[in-house]
């Protein structure tokens, strides 16, 4: 069974700092990766996503994430955050071979500070 | 524009009320979810479907029911609702078939209360 773990609760970080979301995941078989962001009182929406090709995605806003295959993490980046960044983050997985059903992490929460 | 929409945005219910959570997508997707969002715990799938009529158990069934009998609108059901069932709803929908069904996309969610 597959299963998502985002190591940190909460990220406190200062306004124009860079900021690291940690994901890492288990999988036996072929997986796609996903991040969402959750800006408060919403719905989540897609940041980002790897499905092949190139280890390094770019998404929204600014934020990208690295594939790491051996390691099996797909952390998030983003070189100076804004206090627009303030929101939840989600780290996903779906199975190549999933009828559709993602899993979910626990969600880290990035709280920018002026 | 892509677009889920959500019945109510806030909910207040007593215990043993019977509650509906209404769902609507815009997309013509096959796929629709429902999921309840609680602090420190992520999004646990409750239940989805894959077309009209279809459903499918997800991790955390117990206390619900779902009814698909359009292809646009996904409905959640609590029989009785019970106080362990404060939590936020979101409702998401994706496309189907294979490897195309990537990403869901998300209503803004309902946040039920049972007291």
């Known amino acids: 069974a597959q299963s998502v773990t985002q190591l940190d609760s909460q990220v406190p970080v200062f306004e124009e700092a860079p900021v690291e979301l940690r994901c890492n995941y288990s999988?036996?078989?072929?997986?796609?990766l996903f991040w969402y962001v959750q800006y408060p009182n919403q719905g989540l929406q897609l940041l980002l996503k790897y499905l092949s090709g190139s280890t390094l995605v770019k998404g929204i806003n600014g934020f990208e994430a690295e594939f790491n295959k051996s390691q099996t993490s797909f952390h998030l980046r983003k070189p100076s955050v804004h206090i627009s960044d303030t929101a939840e983050y989600f780290c996903a997985v779906r199975k190549y071979s999933s009828a559709s059903k993602i899993i979910f992490g626990s969600g880290t929460r990035l709280s920018i500070r002026p | 524009d892509v677009k889920v929409t959500q019945s109510s945005r806030y909910l207040v219910k007593r215990t043993g009320e019977k509650v509906f959570l209404e769902c609507v997508q815009d997309m013509d997707h096959e796929n629709m979810f429902w999921y309840r969002q609680d602090p420190g715990l992520g999004l646990r799938l409750i239940y989805f479907s894959y077309d009209v009529k279809m459903k499918e158990k997800g991790d955390i069934p117990e206390g619900y029911s779902v009814s698909r009998e359009k292809k646009e609108r996904f409905s959640l059901i609590l029989e009785s609702a019970s106080t362990n069932q404060t939590s936020m709803y979101l409702c998401a929908s994706s496309s189907g078939g294979g490897t195309t069904s990537y990403e869901q996309y998300f209503g803004p969610g309902t946040r039920l209360t049972v007291t």
């Open positions: 999988s036996s078989v072929s997986v796609y």
